[in-house]
């Protein structure tokens, strides 16, 4: 058997997106796909003359077009393949959940259709130029994560992963997990990110930490320093932020200083 055809289809395809991006998490609800979008309205918010995509394989659970409030919109073939959904001038959005029927339809396939499926987005999306592709995938490591894998690893350019998580032991557990995945594979990690670290009452501004960590309380960083791996920021916990995202609201316009933006601006500045 020879090398899997969609790799040099995928190279050609993204020979004009210089970064790859891949953002993992080793449980669900840990705030993936959130942090997905927000780095990616960040990076179109901060570099305006430059062009980034999205791009959603979670094919079991894709949460993307929700998040952008681009919820059943339809996406088009051309000559020159699929047409992502434009979310802002500079940024465009693909996901399976644009192809499918109804919000509330399943996708129940097995590894090798995943796999189809992850070559025809990755090989068939006319994104034009992009400096960066960020791409959700499912939690947890899977055919999914495989495959992305593989075709990635054939492009040309830079591509590297982001790891996140809460503080809580049984998420870093997992984390820990897929940290080792991707030196045995030979993803570049460009960093972890901390999700829900702390909670600032409104009310009376007392900062809590929800996730309480019986170790530490910066088990995220010394993870990070005990496995040689960048911690790129801590990100709040923000009802607001939940809010926006089940309303495909822009939360960084809605709410420029809050400290969640100045978070992943910050977060940003260090990949
Ligand atoms: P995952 O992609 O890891 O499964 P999601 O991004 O879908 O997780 O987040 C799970 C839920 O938590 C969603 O309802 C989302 O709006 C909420 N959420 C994620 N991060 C935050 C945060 N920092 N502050 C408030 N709510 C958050």
New binding site residues.
């Given amino acids: 058997k020879g090398p899997d055809p969609g790799i040099a289809l995928v190279k050609q395809r993204l020979c004009d997106v210089k970064n790859k991006l891949m953002v993992l998490?080793g449980?669900?609800?840990?705030?993936?796909?959130?942090?997905t979008s927000l780095l990616a309205r960040m990076f179109a918010h901060m570099n305006q003359e430059q062009n980034f995509g999205v791009l959603d394989i979670d094919i079991c659970?894709p949460?993307q077009p929700r998040v952008f409030g681009v919820l059943g919109e339809q996406v088009h073939q051309s000559g020159s393949g699929w047409s992502p959904v434009f979310i802002e001038d500079n940024l465009s959005l693909m996901s399976i959940g644009f192809l499918l029927g109804s919000p509330d339809d399943a996708v129940i396939w097995r590894g090798p259709k995943k796999n189809g499926m992850i070559r025809q987005f990755l090989s068939e999306v006319d994104w034009g130029q992009l400096d960066y592709l960020v791409i959700?995938t499912p939690?947890g490591t899977s055919d999914e994560h495989l495959s992305a894998t593989t075709y990635l690893a054939g492009t040309d350019g830079s591509w590297g992963t982001v790891l996140?998580t809460t503080p809580q032991e049984v998420s870093l557990l997992d984390v820990r997990k897929q940290i080792t995945f991707c030196k045995k594979m030979k993803v570049p990690i460009v960093g972890i990110i901390e999700?829900?670290s702390t909670f600032v009452c409104p009310k009376c501004t007392v900062e809590s930490i929800i996730f309480p960590n019986s170790t530490s309380a910066n088990s995220t960083e010394e993870m990070c320093t005990e496995m040689n791996v960048k911690f790129l920021g801590k990100?709040?916990?923000?009802?607001r932020?939940?809010r926006c995202?089940?309303e495909g609201k822009d939360f960084l316009t809605e709410f420029k200083t809050s400290p969640?933006v100045i978070a992943i601006k910050n977060i940003i500045l260090e990949i």
Wanted: charged fraction near 20%; aromatic fraction near 0%.
């Fill in positions: 998490s449980k669900g609800g840990v705030g993936k796909s959130t942090t659970g949460s959700d939690p996140v999700n829900m990100l709040p916990l923000d009802p932020l939940a995202c089940d969640t």
